[in-house]
């Protein structure tokens, strides 16, 4: 074998001269591209963040940091400049400074990326927090290297490697800030379906004003994020019948039509009693419990599947990484999770290993910065 | 807390009657759905397994199994024909056998199951192997747990949760012959550029009745794969400027031309000098040490990313699933792999983490299984 450093070293320079060359046609040819990607292009800057109300994109990583022991305001103030910076030029299908891999951000695929703020994030810059942690819930499970974290980025795109991309641009952005405390993945079907069969998200929070965007304070267009993951015990569920299932969700499997219904977006009629005079939907499946009757007290769900492979036992190691936007946690998310906690039937087979919250600010204008109303 | 398993049997009996009138219903928009995805469905019966030269779908798993100490040729030929008649239905849009999650088959997005097998197989079945483990090569860092295995099963498809699904079935029914020992998950983007920007397969075999199907034998109409797990080490890549890596690769990232040439597909003129007498692209240049003059001798690579995230040192552990098709082992692959461990510049940011070796037996007719010409 031969010594390449030498080798290279060497060669380098009669490479030069043709490399610049070609700059000018390897432009062209990402500004055609850009063209034509035009339409895959969610907006960053705005009243809002982006990757909240957006059209769930096929493909997630939400990343947990934890700032470094000596990073006070000054220095999250810096972090989230720079931070900002990455997402503002990465969701328009441009390079990020100092971009290793610039050909890799060329097709946006709807890239969002969202910044959330945890409770030691306040901390460290002495600031009150508007968010804590959830009370404990008797079903839970949590693990540690689910759960918590400082700083949430959601990267989100149709594209797999363009989220890979921007996760590692960030993740090496924050690097002198923080260190990665969490990575989950996830995924999403055009078909709407979890790993268990259901389909995903058929009652969600339409009115955001109300539901999901905080309308006064230092939060004021921004809103929370809670997000859970949800292991799915597969094996258990397929030893349960269809019957079984369909009586534990309160919904039909194939349509996913409500038990007093025949189609998907049929109003559940709680209510309604079968012949021998039980309700048709339990009083403990899944949908009753979850079922907020008031539209302004909806959360926004936007989950995603994830599947990890097989534990070394064997089992499947997946679920649902489920991510919940709402303006008051206390009030919207709190209450439906103890109804869950206190009596879903669905408890038998999903267990919540990871917990989190963040406040996820409102977004920005061109040339500001996430986080300038609560930080600056 | 309620005691949910009592519940539960006592509402089982009340949902039953609902559940089946609802029967008709959902079957009727399958059919419809179907209908829709027509164009989503690969041919499962045919003289060649599907997954080989079909266009490339976005997600794949590849799934490295271990037989079961007592599983000798009877129970090989029932695990085949099990895992064949899963793959013709699911690959269909239709759900397996006493399929768990029906609904998840639903949309086949262009899935192939396709079945490879490793020299452990054909030992357990009595059967002279067709093939063998690689010759080491210096550069290798192999790690048993991403190496070797009796029976592949590669499962692609557009849609994730599709080969979720797949996945899942498949492992099921192989559980009482086989446990998994190896899952490798990867991506690719439609712009086919890899974690490092590279354009992936520019030269790629075209002649595939001489480079990639046996013609004679009991493996004829079949062939063999490569599958090797060539981390790299993007923090060191991006330490290299855009010159040296260009160098490096012999190709510009912006456009994927040769250096000697101005658009992709041009063909790199290895014979050029520049003004000081040095070959353009160098004798160490990635493209230049895996060049195969001879279309029959060509490899058909079929790669997908992987990204695993950080280390726990907080390095990623991302790089390529290296996947070959090629008709004969020693004299495509070894060949080739030899010029690029000898002194390819790239060894520098990439190592060859998990290699493993499998015959791709010939495609089946309806009513067949995947192996009878082998195992029959």
Same mark, same amino acid.
């Given at each position: 074998?031969?010594?390449?450093? #030498?080798?290279? *070293? &060497?060669? $380098?320079? /009669?490479?030069?001269?043709?490399? %610049? @060359?070609?700059? #000018?046609?390897? *432009? &062209?040819? $990402?500004? /055609?591209?850009?063209?034509?990607? %035009? @339409? ?5 800057? &705005? ?12 493909h997630a990583v939400f990343l947990g940091f934890d700032l470094r022991k000596d990073v006070r305001k000054e220095a999250v103030v810096r972090l989230l400049h720079l931070l900002t910076d990455d997402a503002a030029r990465l969701t328009q299908g441009r390079p990020a400074l100092a971009d290793t891999e ?159 219904g025949t189609a998907e977006r049929d109003e559940p009629d709680y209510a309604r009693k079968n012949h021998l005079g039980f309700p048709v939907i339990s009083e403990y499946a899944h949908i009753r419990r979850a079922h907020v009757a008031d539209p302004a007290l909806r959360l926004l769900r936007r989950p ?73």
């Open positions: 074998m031969i010594t390449r450093r #030498g080798l290279f *070293a &060497g060669g $380098v320079a /009669t490479a030069a001269g043709a490399a %610049a @060359a070609a700059t #000018g046609s390897a *432009a &062209g040819a $990402v500004v /055609t591209h850009n063209a034509r990607q %035009a @339409a895959r292009v969610e907006p960053f800057h &705005g009243a809002h963040q982006a990757g909240v109300a957006t059209e769930p994109q096929a610039p050909e890799l951000a060329v097709d946006a695929a709807r890239l969002t990326v969202t910044f959330g703020f945890g409770p030691g994030l306040f901390a460290a810059a002495g600031v009150d927090s508007p968010v804590e942690p959830l009370p404990a819930f008797a079903t839970d499970r949590l693990e540690k290297r689910w759960s918590g974290g400082d700083l949430l980025v959601q990267v989100c795109a149709d594209d797999t490697v363009t989220v890979a991309h921007a996760v590692r641009m960030i993740v090496k952005d924050a690097r002198s800030f923080a260190r990665v405390r969490w990575t989950q993945r996830g995924f999403r079907s055009a078909n709407r379906r979890n790993l268990m069969g259901q389909i995903e998200g058929t009652v969600n929070a339409t009115d955001l004003d109300r539901a999901v965007w905080i309308g006064q304070g230092p939060l004021r267009g921004g809103t929370t994020l809670v997000l859970r993951r949800i292991r799915m015990l597969l094996e258990t569920w397929d030893a349960a019948d269809r019957v079984a299932r369909e009586f534990t969700i309160g919904r039909r499997l194939g349509s996913g039509a409500p038990l007093t995603y599947n994830y599947d990890e492979g097989l534990t070394p036992e064997g089992e499947s190691d997946s679920g649902l990484l489920f991510a919940s936007y709402q303006a008051d946690i206390a009030r919207q998310f709190v209450p439906v999770q103890r109804m869950l906690a206190e009596g879903d039937l669905l408890n038998e087979w999903v267990t919540t290993i990871g917990s989190a919250v963040f406040a996820i600010p409102p977004g920005c204008a061109p040339g500001g910065w996430i986080g300038e109303s609560l930080l600056a």
